[in-house]
């Protein structure tokens, strides 16, 4: 069975800082593409930033970009999303999903991810003003 189990979430003022896991088991970690979606209270789901199994190329929409960070730990299957300067749009749940290969987030229109495998169930995150 494959999991995606996030943590890390959390409440935390705006400008704090909180790091998110993603620990998948299941799947062959090194041949899966590993992003972070996030969806607000009545929004879409959008894509956020994902790390490919490939290269370790990563990509971060534009409004995380300078301010969160992808990285991994292939020995741990382990995906983290650092994030500092937190602003209250931010604000959402944060889901880890894998696709297998590379990142195609750049690609996808928002709320079609054809090419998602496996999601987690997401880790809350709340930023206060």
């Known amino acids: 069975e494959v999991q995606l189990v996030e943590s890390g979430g959390g409440l935390v003022q705006a400008g704090g800082s909180l790091r998110l896991s993603c620990v998948a088991s299941g799947i062959t970690f090194d041949d899966y593409a590993i992003g972070w979606f996030r969806q607000a209270p009545a929004k879409e789901r959008e894509g956020v930033s994902c790390?490919?199994?490939?290269?370790?190329?990563?990509y971060y929409e534009d409004s995380v970009q300078g301010r969160f960070t992808i990285s991994s730990d292939n020995a741990k299957n382990t995906v983290y999303l650092q994030m500092n300067s937190l602003k209250p749009e931010d604000t959402a749940v944060y889901y880890c999903a894998a696709e297998l290969a590379v990142c195609r987030m750049r690609d996808y229109e928002i709320g079609h991810y054809y090419g998602i495998d496996y999601w987690g169930k997401g880790t809350l995150v709340t930023v206060s003003s």
């Open positions: 790390i490919s199994s490939d290269d370790g190329s990563t």
